[in-house]
């Protein structure tokens, strides 16, 4: 990279990792953890990095101790998409978003084929340049030593490579693709291939990999510690832009779960929706004991421990989730074809009979329950009801509040929780309840 004998082609996106996936990479490799190799191509005289841009860059940012200030380089933004439910969707903290910046930017390109920048005097200028440039680490125990020389690190772990050279074959005759086929347009389409077409995990599928760290725990986020068969959440759905779904069970643990260290704004710092599942992916990692990405203290910490589910010989979870099952199949009548017909009626009625049982261990009061649906239903219709002059039409012609339309901005997701959970509050049975 420093000699340009290793470059980046022309198709390859800019550079998209944040401070905590570098380190992320460093920690993998320090723990002897697999990271995939690299995919190296020969074209036209040059060896072009088709995959593994993130972690070579990685590599040399960790060695010069450095990483490019936000501020400091344009954001590559690309046209938002469109957004059926929540208009804030694109707001957030800025999480992968690439830079308009690659290693190129960082090394000088060589005056000579064969002169070569050292990585010292590359350490100098950047540590130098205090406007476009931060430190990654504080202890800078994987940067170069005073010295020049590399910290014993980098001879003793590894990340293996594919390298690749393109053969040159008799053209066939294809009506359909008039180009002909060399090198240059291989690896482009390959690196399509490699980076694109590829199907990623949907991110339920993401946490649900996280969930297999400690196999304890599968049936608490799975909603299914009761069998297949009789699921928690007694086979309730919620229809979400127009289609019948799973209800999220994870988002209603870690809201919830959140809300116990902070009431007012559990979700602070996570308003668009990509960040809010970087939330929820925290929370699996949370309970299984595994870092966060960001705010490890959002759930709990040693003064707020949060953790007493958990505990115990079974763990408490276990018993509350038999009580919720039954709880669930009193809201389950209310619901039309077990349905809810948006997450607006799943909140309200979701929120504070999970908190309520699974939270505080407390029982739902089967006398007060008629009261406690016909003020959910009126809360629920209120939101619904467009005021005079105020209607708005989504892209099927309904009518829409404001509320449905920002559906999932946090001013409204906080209204929900709070006032289901008020609601509830209203209804425990002390003759039942179990206090934490």
Known sequence: ?????????????SFAWDEGDVKKLISSLSRGAFVPPITI???????TILDGQQR????LLTCLNCFPKKDAFRLVRQA?????????????????IPLEWTFHSLIPKPSKPTSKVSLMALRDCVSSDQDHYKKLYEAAEFSLNADG????????????????????NTPVVDNDSPQMMNAGRYFAELFRSINYTGKSLTPEESRRALYFRNPE????????????????????????NGEVCHIDWVRYLAILTAYQVN???????????????????DYVSWVVGLEQDNNPD????????????????????????????????????AIDDKCFPSLVDADYWLFGLVNLVLFCGKRLDRSRWDALKEKVKAAIAEVKTPAKGAETKGQTGVVRTPHLKGLNQLSYTYERLHKSIEYYNECVNIEEAHVS
């Open 149 to 168: 020389a590399l910290p014993e690190f980098y001879f003793s772990h590894y990340i293996g490579f594919t390298y690749i050279i393109y053969e040159e």
């Open 56 to 59: 070579l860059t990685s590599l």
């Open 298 to 333: 959002k759930f709990g910490n040693k003064n707020l421990p949060n953790k007493d589910l958990f505990e115990g010989d079974p763990p408490r979870w276990k018993e509350r989730y038999a009580w919720l099952k039954e709880d669930f199949a009193i809201v389950a009548q």
């Open 80 to 96: 938002p998409a469109v957004e059926e439910e929540d208009s804030s969707a694109t707001n957030g903290n800025g999480k992968n």
């Open 1 to 13: 990279m420093l000699s340009g004998n290793i470059v980046l082609p022309e198709y390859q996106r």
């Open 41 to 47: 191509a020969h074209d036209s005289g040059a060896n």
């Open 263 to 281: 009431p007012k704004q559990p979700l602070r710092g996570y308003s668009s929706l990509a960040a809010r599942e970087d939330f929820y992916a």
């Open 217 to 240: 725990f599968i049936s608490f986020f799975a909603d299914t510690y009761l069998g297949e068969r009789d699921a928690l959440l007694s086979g309730l759905r919620v229809k979400i």
